[in-house]
């Protein structure tokens, strides 16, 4: 059973409001886990930013849903109790609450004012095998939820860019991409480590740390076909004769899932990391974009309108 949409939630937050006591959120989202019967991983699915799980943001915005209906109101930040427009929804026993619902209500449909384009053909999206649809989302879902897709499209973007270039601006790609996230100290240093090594399973040599305390050789490859476990033993190979134990190995396609077996039974660390994941990286670490428009989300600050 999929995470249910806000939609679903209204009616039993409401239900569990019916006892005319206050209740907090906290308290909200532990008693609909329950009643729903939300796994542990459920219970711990993310926002695409991290920043909150999937069910506690729905069960706010079936909760602000509510309040905007006037069923449910604010007694303090962070508690509501139902009204006397909510005991008499409940005395009326509805089979379901809903966007369509809440439209009866003039303060609902004021605050829902924004028309939504439900012919939008990219509307839906697939969360746990479900399909969500636009209305079912909550705001913060619609907004991520595009934000991955814009970030996808530019990554297929990306991706196609970089299958485009010679293996030697591949190579130097790479490098600068390990630089900004941290590794090998300057541009200089890491460049020109690269291609001295002289070894057939190794394009590169770059520094852990600013500090040289330890090195990751690299392998760089500009392909379009599936990498598989050869290549990958060919670079753990040539990683032992340097009595190394670390290394990463790049490449603008895949990995076989042999090779995926394979470094996960050897000795060495190695990390590989296909087209799809490059791409994101250099989004990650603006290597190659550059910033088109920023969105700052915004909530009211509670402990300002506190004249207490």
Request: hydrophobic share 35%; proline share 3%.
């Amino acid at each position: 059973m999929p995470i249910p949409d806000y939609q679903t939630l209204m009616l039993p937050l409401l239900r569990l409001a019916g006892d005319k006591k206050d209740h907090t959120l906290r308290q909200a989202i532990e008693t609909l886990t329950n009643e729903f019967n939300l796994t542990e991983e459920e219970q711990r699915e993310m926002l695409p930013s991290g920043q909150q799980t999937v069910f506690q943001n729905r069960v706010a915005w079936a909760t602000t849903y509510l309040r905007k209906s006037a069923l449910l109101e604010s007694t303090r930040r962070g508690v509501f109790r139902i009204t006397d427009r909510g005991l008499s929804v409940l005395r009326q026993n509805p089979q379901k609450i809903n966007v369509k619902y809440l439209k009866q209500y003039s303060e609902f449909i004021q605050f829902y004012s924004q028309k939504r384009d439900e012919n939008d053909s990219g509307s839906d999206l697939e969360i746990r095998g479900a399909s969500i649809t636009i209305d079912e989302r909550t705001p913060e879902e619609s907004l991520e939820y595009s934000y991955q897709r814009i970030k996808h499209e530019l990554a297929q973007d990306i991706l196609g860019r970089i299958k485009g270039c010679t293996p030697g601006f591949f190579e130097k790609l790479v490098v600068e991409l390990l630089v900004k996230m941290g590794y090998g100290g300057s541009l200089k240093d890491a460049g020109e480590s690269v291609g001295k090594s002289g070894d057939g399973g190794i394009d590169g040599i770059i520094k852990e740390d600013r500090l040289g305390l330890d090195t990751i050789y690299i392998q760089a490859k500009r392909w379009e076909g599936t990498v598989g476990r050869p290549e990958i033993q060919k670079f753990a190979g040539a990683l032992q004769g340097h009595r190394a134990k670390k290394g990463v190995f790049f490449t603008s396609s895949n990995f076989s899932k042999e090779a995926h077996d394979y470094v996960s039974l050897i000795d060495s660390k190695i990390v590989l990391i296909d087209g799809t994941a490059l791409s994101n990286l250099m989004i990650d670490y603006d290597l190659g974009v550059s910033k088109f428009a920023v969105y700052e989300i915004k909530r009211v600050d509670s402990d300002y309108f506190s004249e207490e």
